[in-house]
């Protein structure tokens, strides 16, 4: 059986019907939960835990989202376009670790010219969102 989102084949008894289309465990995940970015409660909860774990910086990230971090912070602003190519990321990819950076109040969204950019977490936060609009 093959997803019809992402195409790929789904074994069998992993498959997923969801509004009549037939999805593998990855797609049906991300249709049901996808990735917020900005989530005051997410927010909180890591600065908690990293915090309580004496974490700062790119303390407790993976090696993908400290290099996207630090690709970040030696850029400046760039485009999720930027990130997703540099890294050979698919958009959904993007959106996973970026909310990470986002919840770590590492990294953030905002507006630039009119087009949708991001860059290192700092004292000038407005006009925050969410890559994924």
């Known amino acids: 059986m093959?997803?019809?989102?992402c195409n790929s084949e789904i074994p069998e008894g992993e498959?997923?019907?969801?509004?009549?289309?037939?999805?593998?465990e990855d797609c049906y995940l991300e249709v049901l939960?996808?990735?917020r970015t900005c989530d005051v409660a997410a927010v909180y909860g890591a600065k908690l835990?990293?915090?309580m774990a004496g974490q700062e910086g790119s303390d407790g990230?993976?090696?993908l989202q400290k290099n996207i971090y630090n690709y970040i912070n030696e850029t400046g602003s760039v485009t999720a376009e930027q990130i997703m190519n540099k890294f050979n990321l698919s958009k959904l990819q993007l959106e996973r670790n970026f909310a990470v950076l986002r919840h770590c109040e590492l990294a953030h969204g905002f507006i630039e010219n009119g087009k949708k950019m991001i860059?290192?977490?700092g004292e000038d936060t407005l006009g925050k969102m969410n890559i994924a609009d």
Not at 2 to 5: E, Y
């Open 2 to 5: 093959i997803c019809t989102k």
């Open 15 to 24: 498959q997923c019907l969801h509004h009549g289309k037939m999805l593998c």
């Open 33 to 35: 939960e996808p990735p």
């Open 49 to 51: 835990a990293r915090k």
């Open 61 to 63: 990230l993976t090696e």
């Open 119 to 121: 860059k290192v977490w």
